[in-house]
């Protein structure tokens, strides 16, 4: 049987987003904010934490990774690269929200 500390020598330390965490960062993501500005990042970090553990640099980071993701899934569904356009996904809305009020039109909700 493992004592105390190897079971804490074996505990993660990598970031785990909580699923309302997640929720956030795809919304704040798929309305625009695909490359967040450092102010974004603290804004988006500070909004996060209510919700649990996080770090301006975990939320750079999946942002960046999200990013990739979805354009590897882009690359996979559509290879030739003619059925998805290089618009942000909140161009295909129906209204346009001008991006230095998005944070604030998000978080009003949240």
């Not at 965490?21 to 450092?38: A, C, D, E, L, W």
């Not at 960046?64 to 569904?77: D, K, L, T, Y």
Request: aromatic fraction near 18%; glycine fraction near 4%.
């Amino acid at each position: 049987m493992m004592s105390e500390m190897e079971i804490e020598r074996y505990t993660s330390q990598r970031w785990r987003p909580t699923d309302d965490q997640v929720k956030m960062m795809t919304n704040i993501f798929n309305y625009g904010v695909t490359h967040p500005s450092r102010a974004q990042v603290v804004e988006i970090t500070s909004r996060l934490r209510t919700y649990g553990d996080a770090s301006e640099y975990n939320v750079h980071c999946w942002f960046n990774n999200h990013g990739n993701r979805v354009r590897r899934w882009q690359a996979e569904i559509d290879p030739t690269g003619t059925q998805f356009s290089q618009l942000p996904l909140y161009m295909y809305g129906k209204t346009l929200i001008r991006s230095q009020f998005l944070l604030i039109f998000f978080f009003y909700y949240y």
